[in-house]
């Protein structure tokens, strides 16, 4: 067991990163709106940051090493909002046209 954490992948550390990000970005959002903790909500959240820092990560590493860790801890804390700001970037960059209102519709169904 010594240096457990020495010998887990850095991806483990982004991941946790961006857990905290999206933990800190609902504690915000409780704190701004005085509604009550919902914990499928905490929980939900805690995934999708998850997902957003990690892909954050992942794509900041490639142009910024140096800054994957606080990439992570971003990419978790805006969540969807960062999900979007990759994906405009994949799409401009391939030249590919994203109908945003295809979007909207299946976010409201």
Known sequence: ??????????EVFWVILA??????????MFLETDKPIIAIKLFSSVFVSAFAGFVT?????????????VA??????LSTRMID???????NR????INKDIDKKNDTE
Request: charged share 10%.
């Open 94 to 97: 391939l030249n590919i046209k």
């Open 72 to 77: 992570a801890g971003v990419g978790g804390f």
């Open 19 to 28: 857990v905290f990000g999206g933990i800190a970005r609902y504690l915000h």
């Open 1 to 10: 067991m010594d240096n457990f954490l020495g010998k887990l992948p850095p």
């Open 57 to 69: 990560a992942q794509t900041v590493i490639l142009l910024y090493p140096e800054w994957v860790y």
């Open 85 to 91: 700001v990759l994906t405009d970037m994949a799409a």
